[in-house]
């Protein structure tokens, strides 16, 4: 609520400034060029940002909340989730190393970025009992996602982070969203969200960033300064304010959540629910040592496939059909056909992604208006 707000009342105002300057006059030349330097090698606080690419104060609010959110000495964000998760592996890369090793299932667009050779990385991809022998001497580093998507599977942090050891280990966090977990307490060197999820909230924001060390966080901002994917500064301020409300939409989504899950596994015409509170769904018993709960997204199976789903979709009045996640109003979309669509189909059949499997993306409507939506769905 207060982090990232100081010195508001010095300035006169109760909400932060959006700066939208794209350069910065300055008085003195060589004080300028001390700006600049320092920012070019990565500094995240200089007395003249210079340049917007280099740095934007209002940007810089968001990130200072955000890292403390997480508990982090930093944060760095960029223009999209995909962009945070390319800086990432170009921050990795600096060492001269080039060998990813990927936990899957992971974002399907991050499963392409690294089999396309986009980026001329070399990846291994292995599973979570895999990673301690993927490792090579080249390994820049370890990337896994929890909870999962579309299937909610929660990896273990912790023991990632252990058969990594001494090669970084990056976490996409974005299902979770620090409310429920922090990985940089569990050994994460790398955090990473896509703002547009949870952070933003409203469907209205593209954004990624990363919560890591000021060590960290300087190779970033330097790959950032040369890359040009930076945070726009109207989403920096709306991503600001979006964490003042966070917790509260965090814990709402996931009571309604569990509300659902429960009333779906109950259902005749549901196969199966995939939710890290239903039993089964987390044989390792991570829910407890890593999260703070389960969370607002969940999947479920319906008899008939491709066809049943589609029907369920179009029969919804208040829940829409739409890809992405974490918005006010609930969004459900089927992940073979859109969202795993980047993936080939041993690795969406391998990741337990069958053509009549739906996600929902569970908002803060009332629970039984969302129920009485699936229900008279399913029903029809
Ligand atoms: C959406 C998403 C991304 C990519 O973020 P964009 O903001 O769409 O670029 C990465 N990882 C996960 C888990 C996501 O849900």
């Keep these: 609520m207060h982090a990232g707000r100081e010195k508001l ?23 300028a060029v001390e700006s600049l330097e320092a920012l070019a090698s990565g500094k995240g606080s200089v007395a003249n940002p210079i340049y917007s690419r280099l740095l934007n104060p209002t940007v810089a609010r968001f990130e200072e909340a955000f890292a ?20 990432c592996l170009l921050a990795a890369r600096n060492e001269g190393k080039s060998h990813i090793v990927g936990v899957r299932p992971i974002y399907s667009s991050t499963d392409k970025l690294l089999t396309s050779g986009y980026l001329g990385f070399d990846a291994t991809w292995t599973t979570a009992d895999g990673i301690a022998d993927a490792i090579r001497p080249e390994t820049a ?19 990632a982070a252990k058969a990594a050891g001494n090669v970084p280990l990056c976490v996409d966090s974005t299902f979770a969203s620090p409310v429920l977990q922090q ?44 890359t040009g994917a930076i945070l726009h500064p109207l989403s920096g301020y709306l991503l600001h304010r979006g964490l003042a409300t966070l917790p509260l939409r965090v814990l709402r989504s996931q ?16 196969s199966r629910v995939f939710y890290p509170a239903v ?6 018993q991570l829910l407890e040592r890593q999260m703070a709960g389960p969370g607002p997204m ?7 496939g491709f066809d049943a789903a589609n029907r369920l979709m179009q029969n919804l009045q208040l829940i829409t059909p739409a890809v992405s996640l974490g918005s006010v109003d609930t969004l459900i979309q089927h992940p073979a056909g859109l969202t795993q669509r980047f993936v080939s189909e041993e690795t969406r059949a391998s990741g337990g992604v069958s053509e009549g499997l739906l996600r929902v993306s569970v908002g803060i409507e009332h629970p ?4 009485d939506d699936l229900r008279t769905s399913l029903e029809s």
Aim: hydrophobic share 45%.
């Design 9 to 31: 009342s010095d300035l006169g105002v109760h909400a932060p400034p959006i700066d939208l300057s794209t350069t910065y006059p300055f008085s003195d030349l060589g004080a």
């Design 68 to 87: 403390q959110l997480e508990g982090t000495e930093a944060a760095v964000s960029f223009a999209s989730g995909m962009a945070a998760m390319t800086a």
């Design 141 to 159: 580093l370890v990337l896994i996602e929890t909870p999962v998507n579309p299937t909610i599977e929660l990896q273990d942090i912790a023991a």
């Design 183 to 226: 990985p940089a307490s569990l050994g994460a060197e790398l955090v990473m969200h896509s703002g547009t999820k949870f952070l933003g909230g409203h469907s209205d924001v593209l954004a990624g960033v990363v919560a890591c060390s000021e060590e960290w966080a300087e190779r970033l901002r330097e790959v950032r300064i040369f």
């Design 255 to 270: 009571e309604n959540a569990q509300v659902l899950a429960e009333r779906l596994e109950a259902h005749p015409s549901v």
């Design 279 to 284: 039993e089964g769904c987390d044989p390792n």
């Design 298 to 304: 969940l999947s479920f199976e319906v008899e008939g």
């Design 368 to 371: 039984d208006d969302l129920w």
